[in-house]
């Protein structure tokens, strides 16, 4: 199983962006899959979670302006009115178990990398 991020680039303050990221390979089932973000100087946190019955998490942080959505492998995020505080490196995470075990169950796609500057 592998996940691969796109979608990241510089943008605006106020501006709005879409993450997305695909699983591919050996899927067997998706429990959830998710956002981090990585800010400069901070440890990665969860931005948003969305869960195989269709449930969402948020950071508080977020509320409001971003939306996490999935269809069958892909996840996206979009993310409306940035501030530079969302400045950061977005990894895409799944909870995903692979039809031959690889030893675990989550699965990190590369960082993408968001900047939002005038």
């Known amino acids: 199983v592998q996940l691969q991020a796109s979608g990241g680039g510089l943008v605006q303050p106020g501006k709005s962006l879409t993450l997305s990221c695909i699983a591919y390979g050996s899927v067997l089932y998706i429990n959830s899959m998710a956002w981090y973000r990585q800010r400069p100087g901070n440890q990665r946190e969860l931005v948003a979670r969305?869960?195989?019955?269709?449930s969402t998490t948020y950071a508080d942080s977020v509320k409001g302006r971003f939306t996490i959505s999935r269809a069958q492998n892909r996840v996206h995020l979009q993310m409306n009115s940035l501030q530079p505080e969302d400045t950061a490196v977005y990894y895409c995470?799944?909870?995903?178990?692979?039809?031959?075990?690889?030893?675990?169950?989550?699965?990190w796609g590369q960082g993408t990398l968001v900047t939002v500057s005038s």
């Open positions: 969305i869960k195989d019955i269709g």
């Open positions: 995470n799944g909870d995903i178990k692979p039809v031959l075990p690889q030893g675990t169950t989550q699965f």
